[in-house]
Nanobody, 116 residues
Framework: QVQLVESGGGLVQPGGSLRLSCTAS????????MGWYRQAPGKQRELVAI???????NYADSVKGRFTISRDNAKNTVYLQMNSLKPEDTAVYYC??????????WGQGTQVTVSS
């Protein structure tokens, strides 16, 4: 059974940083392209960043230069380093596989709130 567990969110001031983690179980993690997604109140879930099993990454324009996605296949974990956070980054952040192919069951997500 696939399980995704996100952590690392919190309340941070504008300009601050957070590092999110997502640990997967029940899958051969290294075989999947993994992404971070976010959903702000009243908005649709959107792709933030995605990383191939080989480490190639792509980012939404809104986070380029500020966020970095990485993965540790030995730990079945994908990370999102978020720097220079803005209030518009406030959302619940989730990880999942490349949704254009299929979807794993969603985890509970981790809340990121950027506010002074």
């Amino acid at each position: 059974q696939v399980q995704l567990v996100e952590s690392g969110g919190g309340l941070v001031q504008p300009g601050g940083s957070l590092r999110l983690s997502c640990t997967a179980s029940g899958i051969r993690f290294s075989g999947y392209r993994m992404g971070w997604y976010r959903q702000a109140p009243g908005k649709q879930r959107e792709l933030v960043a995605i990383i191939s099993n080989g480490g190639n990454a792509n980012y939404a324009d809104s986070v380029k230069g500020r966020f970095t996605i990485s993965r540790d296949n030995a730990k079945n974990t994908v990370y999102l380093q978020m720097n220079s956070l803005k209030p518009e980054d406030t959302a619940v952040y989730y990880c999942n596989r490349d949704l254009t192919i299929a979807t794993f069951p969603w985890g509970q997500g981790t809340q990121v709130t950027v506010s002074s």
